[in-house]
């Protein structure tokens, strides 16, 4: 069944139109890849899909299991199911990593989690992420690393458990290792009731993940939708030969 | 974005009044025949009825200060100084009046003391309504009681300390206070005695139009240690009041003080209030300050470090929110050597509200092989709202370590943003954010003003605390 569906969706940032009609469907149990040039509108359709308010819908519906998002705001989304992990997550002094995730399970479920299996439940997954378990008492993202930044969000894209996870360039600026580990925790985190929408400039992160599409988002709207092999021919060839 | 609303502060829960009741209320105004009328009432000894009158001449002579916030709305022919409350002095709660033993029940002045104090104080208007100690202490020889007391029963004492740190002449409201000085607390803490849970007095002004001008006198001789901590509230009234307190530590050798305040005055409070410490050789001074309420403050607790060794850390936070004009801040002087001062200062102004930093560190040719540190650190919620340092650094040696750091911050879209894609409403995402800032602050309180200091600044961050 239909988990995200975009229609005619037409966005600007001030006064320039970035997204010009982008459809794209998303079912449970799918992993969905975007890839594109600079400029593209790729970060633009993830900011719109979590209504950051510096983007402005034009025309268009997101839907999330049928209902229209397009007008709640971004907590509401977020409570309904839709988690990001940001390019450049924020620096948060005076709450710590442990903190700060609980507190949003308990903004999204509604309820105060049991803090010894919470605790417990975190600090599996930062193994699993080759994650220091120290920095589960440090300021949340406060003298992090790049890399330390994006283990941090995909730590909690596995522990908050949102029905649709999109990763906004996660990979970027990550060493090999690094973009090994995510790909881990997307991996961990895929399954049947849920899906993954992964925006990338590059293959690695791909690999050993089972993608089932791959879409190619030139000038604002998708040209192209195909398997991984897909995107294995733009490692090799560019997108030149998508441009009309 | 759209902008968000964050609650003022909420000081509505110390805002209850009780009926305007006394024993006696003087006159509004201040001329020599208050002054001795007071005198009078407190049935001084001559010595201090003299200070008294001295002070009150210092008072006439001296103006008012030509810098920071304008006090053109403080009339002293409109202020009451003394407010004698319908209540002895009692050491047990249940021979405290009712009403007034409500209020302070009502602050959580004796459940505090049940469980976490070694002694408590409670003033109400002028004068000590409660004082008592734990029996140990007093075995052990550690004199706390009310300023009064001190002075009938420690004259010696008194006459060597009072108003020496402060001198009568420092500014108009400490001339003022002198003259006119009613309750506070005197605390002595005999050489080597560590003193393990801490003392607390209470102050609360209930009469509208009034002074308070509580003096509160702290001897921790040496190798003793001591936490004091002192709070202080008043229910909000339509014209002005006056705090004028004056605090004054001494520091002997090797010997360790820490005074915490939480200040919630209410927003008709003129704040002028004044506190120094004399630290010895070796001694150690902190001071956790902070300062959410009246509508003006000047505030600058000082400590001079006069003894080889000699440290001091003054951690503080303000909140200014609309009407209020606090203008905050700390002063060092290191004349020793080996001496070190850590200043760490965070102010949070919204809605018009106007918070000033304002600091001296002074550093003698003495202070060689010394070192000092100042971050203060702003946030703004609003484009209304204003934030000011203003440092003065007066460095008389070439041998001191010497760093000043300060920081005017807003909060951005995208932390906003970052913080909403996690769930967390717009409100509670600023909420997070602004008790983040001050956690660095409130994490040094005592635990009952911690949790008072996250109930002020409105947060409803639960489960976040350690």
Same mark, same amino acid.
Request: glycine share 8%; charged share 25%.
């Given at each position: 069944?239909?988990?995200?569906?975009?229609?005619?969706?037409?966005?600007?940032?001030?006064?320039?139109?970035?997204?010009?009609?982008?459809?794209?469907?998303?079912?449970?149990?799918?992993?969905?890849?975007?890839?594109?040039?600079?400029?593209?509108?790729?970060?633009?359709?993830?900011?719109?899909?979590?209504?950051?308010?510096?983007?402005?819908?034009?025309?268009?519906?997101?839907?999330?299991?049928?209902?229209?998002?397009?007008?709640?705001?971004?907590?509401?989304?977020?409570?309904?199911?839709?988690?990001?992990?940001?390019?450049?997550?924020?620096?948060?002094?005076?709450?710590?990593?442990?903190?700060?995730?609980?507190?949003?399970?308990?903004?999204?479920?509604?309820?105060?989690?049991?803090?010894?299996?919470?605790?417990?439940?975190?600090?599996?997954?930062?193994?699993?992420?080759?994650?220091?378990?120290?920095?589960?008492?440090?300021?949340?993202?406060?003298?992090?690393?790049?890399?330390?930044?994006?283990?941090?969000?995909?730590?909690?894209?596995?522990?908050?458990?949102?029905?649709?996870?999109?990763?906004?360039?996660?990979?970027?600026?990550?060493?090999?290792?690094?973009?090994?580990?995510?790909?881990?925790?997307?991996?961990?985190?895929?399954?049947?009731?849920?899906?993954?929408?992964?925006?990338?400039?590059?293959?690695?992160?791909?690999?050993?993940?089972?993608?089932?599409?791959?879409?190619?988002?030139?000038?604002?709207?998708?040209?192209?939708?195909?398997?991984?092999?897909?995107?294995?021919?733009?490692?090799?060839?560019?997108?030149?030969?998508?441009?009309? | 974005?759209?902008?968000?609303?964050?609650?003022?502060?909420?000081?509505?829960?110390?805002?209850?009044?009780?009926?305007?009741?006394?024993?006696?209320?003087?006159?509004?105004?201040?001329?020599?025949?208050?002054?001795?009328?007071?005198?009078?009432?407190?049935?001084?000894?001559?010595?201090?009825?003299?200070?008294?009158?001295?002070?009150?001449?210092?008072?006439?002579?001296?103006?008012?200060?030509?810098?920071?916030?304008?006090?053109?709305?403080?009339?002293?022919?409109?202020?009451?100084?003394?407010?004698?409350?319908?209540?002895?002095?009692?050491?047990?709660?249940?021979?405290?009046?009712?009403?007034?033993?409500?209020?302070?029940?009502?602050?959580?002045?004796?459940?505090?003391?049940?469980?976490?104090?070694?002694?408590?104080?409670?003033?109400?208007?002028?004068?000590?309504?409660?004082?008592?100690?734990?029996?140990?202490?007093?075995?052990?020889?550690?004199?706390?009681?009310?300023?009064?007391?001190?002075?009938?029963?420690?004259?010696?004492?008194?006459?060597?300390?009072?108003?020496?740190?402060?001198?009568?002449?420092?500014?108009?409201?400490?001339?003022?206070?002198?003259?006119?000085?009613?309750?506070?607390?005197?605390?002595?803490?005999?050489?080597?005695?560590?003193?393990?849970?801490?003392?607390?007095?209470?102050?609360?002004?209930?009469?509208?139009?009034? &002074?308070?001008?509580?003096?509160?006198?702290? !001897?921790?001789?040496? @190798? %003793?240690?001591?936490?004091?901590?002192? /709070?202080?509230? #008043?229910?909000?009234?339509?014209?002005?009041?006056?705090?004028?307190?004056?605090?004054?530590?001494?520091?002997?050798?090797?010997?360790?003080?820490?005074?915490?305040?939480?200040?919630?005055?209410?927003?008709?409070?003129?704040?002028?209030?004044?506190?120094?410490?004399?630290?010895?050789?070796?001694?150690?001074?902190?001071?956790?300050?902070?300062?959410?309420?009246?509508?003006?403050?000047?505030?600058?607790?000082?400590?001079?470090?006069?003894?080889? &060794?000699?440290?001091?850390?003054?951690?503080? !936070?303000?909140?200014? @929110? %609309?009407?209020?004009?606090?203008?905050? /801040?700390?002063? #060092?002087?290191?004349?020793?050597?080996?001496?070190?001062?850590?200043?760490?200062?965070?102010?949070?102004?919204?809605?018009?509200?106007?918070?000033?930093?304002?600091?001296?560190?002074?550093?003698?040719?003495?202070?060689?092989?010394?070192?000092?540190?100042?971050?203060?650190?702003?946030?703004?919620?609003?484009?209304?709202?204003?934030?000011?340092?203003?440092?003065?650094?007066?460095?008389?040696?070439?041998?001191?370590?010497?760093?000043?750091?300060?920081?005017?911050?807003?909060?951005?879209?995208?932390?906003?943003?970052?913080?909403?894609?996690?769930?967390?409403?717009?409100?509670?995402?600023?909420?997070?954010?602004?008790?983040?800032?001050?956690?660095?602050?409130?994490?040094?309180?005592?635990?009952?003003?911690?949790?008072?200091?996250?109930?002020?600044?409105?947060?409803?961050?639960?489960?976040?605390?350690?």
């Amino acid at each position: 069944m239909k988990l995200l569906e975009i229609n005619n969706l037409r966005t600007k940032v001030g006064d320039k139109e970035i997204l010009k009609g982008l459809n794209l469907n998303i079912n449970k149990g799918e992993i969905h890849v975007i890839m594109g040039p600079n400029g593209a509108g790729k970060s633009t359709l993830a900011n719109t899909i979590l209504h950051n308010p510096e983007y402005e819908i034009l025309e268009g519906s997101i839907l999330l299991d049928g209902e229209d998002i397009s007008k709640l705001n971004t907590d509401e989304i977020a409570r309904k199911g839709i988690f990001m992990s940001f390019q450049s997550p924020e620096e948060i002094p005076g709450i710590s990593v442990m903190n700060f995730i609980k507190y949003a399970k308990s903004k999204i479920t509604g309820e105060t989690p049991n803090y010894f299996e919470f605790r417990e439940e975190v600090t599996n997954n930062m193994k699993e992420l080759d994650f220091k378990e120290s920095y589960i008492s440090r300021n949340m993202n406060v003298g992090f690393s790049g890399g330390e930044k994006k283990k941090n969000e995909i730590l909690q894209m596995l522990t908050l458990k949102p029905k649709l996870a999109i990763l906004d360039e996660t990979d970027s600026g990550l060493d090999v290792d690094a973009i090994r580990t995510v790909a881990k925790g997307i991996k961990m985190f895929a399954n049947s009731e849920n899906a993954v929408l992964i925006i990338t400039h590059g293959t690695k992160i791909l690999q050993g993940l089972d993608v089932d599409y791959v879409h190619v988002l030139i000038d604002g709207k998708i040209v192209q939708t195909g398997t991984s092999k897909l995107a294995n021919m733009i490692e090799e060839k560019g997108y030149d030969i998508f441009r009309q | 974005m759209k902008k968000t609303i964050v609650k003022e502060v909420n000081t509505n829960i110390y805002d209850f009044k009780n009926e305007d009741e006394y024993e006696y209320k003087i006159e509004k105004g201040l001329t020599k025949d208050t002054v001795l009328e007071i005198s009078r009432q407190k049935d001084d000894p001559e010595w201090m009825r003299d200070i008294r009158l001295n002070a009150l001449k210092v008072y006439n002579e001296l103006s008012l200060p030509t810098w920071g916030p304008d006090l053109k709305e403080l009339n002293m022919d409109e202020i009451a100084t003394y407010v004698k409350p319908k209540s002895g002095k009692a050491s047990t709660w249940e021979d405290v009046p009712d009403n007034i033993k409500d209020t302070f029940e009502r602050l959580g002045i004796p459940e505090a003391e049940r469980e976490a104090l070694a002694g408590v104080g409670a003033q109400y208007d002028s004068e000590v309504v409660y004082h008592s100690m734990r029996m140990e202490l007093m075995a052990q020889g550690v004199i706390y009681t009310d300023m009064e007391t001190a002075v009938r029963d420690y004259p010696d004492i008194v006459k060597e300390y009072f108003m020496k740190a402060v001198p009568v002449n420092d500014h108009k409201f400490a001339a003022l206070h002198t003259a006119v000085w009613s309750g506070g607390s005197f605390v002595y803490v005999p050489k080597g005695i560590q003193v393990e849970m801490p003392l607390q007095s209470y102050f609360r002004l209930n009469s509208p139009e009034s &002074g308070q001008f509580e003096h509160t006198l702290i !001897i921790v001789d040496e @190798g %003793a240690s001591l936490h004091f901590i002192e /709070g202080c509230s #008043a229910p909000k009234y339509s014209k002005i009041n006056l705090h004028a307190g004056c605090v004054e530590l001494y520091v002997k050798k090797g010997a360790y003080l820490r005074y915490s305040t939480i200040e919630n005055w209410s927003k008709n409070m003129m704040n002028l209030n004044t506190k120094k410490a004399i630290v010895e050789e070796g001694g150690t001074m902190e001071w956790v300050s902070g300062s959410f309420g009246s509508h003006i403050s000047m505030l600058y607790p000082m400590s001079i470090l006069n003894g080889k &060794g000699a440290k001091t850390e003054f951690t503080g !936070i303000s909140f200014a @929110g %609309a009407t209020q004009n606090l203008d905050n /801040g700390f002063k #060092a002087v290191l004349n020793a050597p080996n001496t070190s001062a850590v200043v760490n200062s965070k102010s949070i102004s919204k809605n018009g509200g106007k918070c000033t930093y304002r600091s001296l560190v002074k550093a003698t040719p003495n202070a060689t092989n010394s070192k000092a540190s100042v971050s203060c650190e702003s946030l703004m919620l609003d484009d209304i709202s204003v934030s000011d340092t203003i440092p003065v650094n007066d460095i008389e040696t070439p041998d001191i370590e010497f760093s000043h750091e300060a920081k005017i911050g807003k909060i951005s879209d995208k932390t906003i943003f970052y913080l909403m894609s996690r769930g967390i409403s717009e409100k509670d995402a600023l909420a997070l954010i602004v008790r983040g800032f001050a956690y660095p602050i409130s994490k040094e309180l005592p635990l009952e003003y911690a949790v008072e200091m996250n109930n002020l600044i409105g947060l409803e961050l639960e489960g976040s605390i350690g």
